[in-house]
């Protein structure tokens, strides 16, 4: 199957500074990208979908402002949490999915732990 | 009500046994169903795609997806300690925007 790369896999970072975690599909090209964020022993909630050069959607509640996304090509897409604080603390997980119809398979990374102290 | 609902277990049996999970789903317009597997700390990877309704079987996987009933259900046969792990069901409908559900904890006891 086709790989989905996230960095870093785990970050620490001090209360009120921000963080980019990237996601990079390796060996296809990545038109929608999806973040989800997973607290401990809870389901993936989605956050957003980013399209390659189009600004991201976010789901309810989620505030655009402090979780900005970057999909500046179609093998990479950015999360910044900005103003990190220790609730952000999670595990932040993308997936990409391809242009071709017939593959409705989205690929997933395998997360970035992220500790907010 | 969650799109996809799923029960989080913790569900616990021994090595061999043939293991059942379930969820259920309320949006008509989910096409496609998932089953991904989650270790610890770790992403999910997918086990088994299913389009519509019906069976896939995979190895000692099987996965059933009724519509009519909007029930999935996913089959482990003859279980391995190394099948321990987090199984979430999914469904989207075709716009790749995947609904989860809970996720069900396995633990299988050697």
């Known amino acids: 199957g086709a790989v989905v790369s996230q960095h870093p896999s785990w970050v620490i970072c001090k209360s009120g500074t921000s963080v980019k975690i990237e996601c990079r599909s390796l060996?296809?090209?990545?038109?929608?990208m999806f973040w989800y964020r997973q607290f401990p022993k809870q389901s993936l909630m989605l956050m957003a979908t980013?399209?390659?050069?189009?600004?991201?959607?976010?789901e309810q509640g989620v505030e655009k402002d402090k979780f900005l996304i970057n999909h500046a090509s179609l093998t990479l897409s950015t999360l910044t949490v900005t103003s990190a604080h220790p609730e952000d603390s999670s595990f932040y997980i993308c997936?990409?999915?391809?242009?071709?119809?017939?593959?409705?398979?989205?690929?997933f990374g395998q997360g970035t732990r992220l500790t907010v102290v | 009500q969650k799109e996809v609902e799923q029960d989080p277990g913790p569900l616990s049996v021994p090595e061999g046994a043939i293991v059942s999970l379930n969820c259920t789903y309320s949006?008509?317009?989910?096409?496609?169903f998932m089953w991904y597997r989650q270790y610890s700390r770790k992403g999910p990877e997918l086990l088994m795609y299913?389009?519509?309704?019906g069976n896939k079987e995979d190895g000692r996987f099987t996965a059933q997806v009724d519509k009519s009933s909007k029930y999935i259900s996913l089959f482990i046969r003859d279980s391995q300690p190394s099948d321990s792990a987090t199984y979430l069901c999914?469904?989207?409908?075709?716009?790749?925007?995947?609904?989860f559900g809970a996720g069900t904890r396995l633990f299988v006891k050697a």
């Open positions: 997936s990409a999915t391809t242009r071709d119809s017939r593959n409705t398979e989205a690929f």
């Open positions: 060996d296809f090209q990545a038109t929608t």
């Open positions: 980013s399209n390659e050069g189009s600004k991201a959607t976010y």
């Open positions: 949006n008509s317009a989910f096409q496609y």
């Open positions: 299913t389009y519509s309704s």
């Open positions: 999914a469904s989207h409908t075709g716009g790749f925007k995947t609904i």
